[in-house]
Structure formats: C-alpha cells, structure tokens
C-alpha cells in the first residue's frame, strides 16, 4: 500500500477509502451486539464473578470465553447422564 500511495495517490485514497467503508459496513452488520445480547454477557459475567470494574458492557475476553466453554461442557456432561 505505501507504494501505491508514492506511485498513484489517487488510487490509493480510492482503496484507502473502500476499505474504510468495508470496514464500517462490517462493523455496522456483524461487529456490534444487541441490547437482549449486552445483558446476556453482563448476566452470564455476573453470575461467574467475572464482572470487574472498569468493564463495557458486554465484555468478552478470554476468561469470559473460558467460563462459557466450562459452564457448556458441564451442561452437556449433566445433560447426557
């Protein structure tokens, strides 16, 4: 890309910018939870003692995903007993 820009920078604006609206375009459809999701999170967090200060509403890191994983494994093990 930073020789396109040196070479034409036109075309490297242009692609600049259709980047930025694929991006912008995938945020808006895929990248963003809804309301009933951001309070599932915040639940499932809650429940786990995962919930620390200084956290955003629907926060998912690795403990969050380790603690779903377990809470899944577990709910299947009972599950099929």
Known sequence: MQALRKSDPALYERAAAD???????YN????????ETIAAVDKFRSD?????QGDPPGFVDGRMVD????AFVEKKKNQSR
């Not at 808006?28 to 309301?35: E, G, H, K, L, T």
């Open 19 to 25: 980047a930025r609206r694929a991006s912008a375009d």
């Open 28 to 35: 808006r459809d895929y990248a963003r939870y809804d309301d």
């Open 48 to 52: 786990h003692r995962l919930d620390y």
């Open 67 to 70: 603690a779903l994983r377990s």
